[in-house]
């Protein structure tokens, strides 16, 4: 089963190594991983997309909560949550172009964020699935180049992943 899972790290120099080199250790494999600064400038926070029957994210958030530089760990698919993801599509501008631009900016909300001679670039904002129905939406043909950024994950409610002081 997929999980995101959100860890609050101190900022420092081979945090997220240590973090990404338990994973690969062990074998558990990383879907998808972001990584950014909270409004703690000492803290950072990372999001880890991977798989695994409950016993196998269990012992993850337990040897996670190991290291040193981890602060806090929080499996956000245990819980009601928000996740995104940011998908970056380049376009060949063709004939058929237009057709597949009516369906990702109707369909999905697509935002066009660049259009130059040949090619355009379409945002899409959404969840994991979205961003999958969105790309299969799209021709392979017409597709230049993709990008997408990982899950990003926020608890719902009151639960937060913060520090106290914070």
Partial sequence: MRHIISILLENEAGALSRV????????????????????DPTVSRITVVTGGSEDVIEQIKNQLNKLVDVVKVLDLTADVHVEREILL???RDTDATQAVLDILTNEY???VVDHSN?????EITGTYEKIDRAIQAVPNEVIHEL?????????AGKTVLKLESM
Avoid: C, M, Q, W
Avoid at 20 to 39: K, M, Q
Avoid at 147 to 155: C, E, P
């Fill in 89 to 91: 599509l380049k376009l």
């Fill in 147 to 155: 990008v997408r950024s990982g899950a990003l994950g926020i608890t």
């Fill in 109 to 111: 909300a697509g935002i």
């Fill in 118 to 122: 040949s090619t355009i670039v379409v």
């Fill in 20 to 39: 990404s080199g338990l994973f690969s250790a062990r074998g558990y494999n990383i879907e998808s991983l972001t990584v950014a600064p909270t409004d």
